[in-house]
């Protein structure tokens, strides 16, 4: 089953599975100890940038003038 909102890690990734764009949290690093495994490629930033970018300012929103 295909979710618009997931972008897939690219094969030869150190890791598997997909981005959950939609699942966006905010988490202490530090206080989970957490490590980085490696970057994200340049590509896969801008897939997942671009799908955030759409789901935080829908496309009617962001022509609207304060």
Same mark, same amino acid.
């Given at each position: 089953?295909? /979710?618009? /909102? ?11 599975? /997909? ?9 202490? +690093?530090?206080?989970?100890? &957490? ?5 994200? *490629?340049? *590509? ?8 955030? *970018? &759409?789901?935080? +300012? ?9």
């Amino acid at each position: 089953r295909k /979710f618009p /909102f997931h972008v897939p890690i690219p094969k030869g990734s150190k890791l598997t599975g /997909f981005v959950m764009v939609e699942q966006v949290k905010s988490v202490d +690093y530090r206080s989970r100890r &957490a490590k980085r495994i490696e970057r994200a *490629d340049q *590509d896969l930033l801008l897939d997942v940038l671009s799908i955030l *970018d &759409a789901c935080i +300012y829908p496309p009617e929103r962001k022509n609207i003038k304060s």
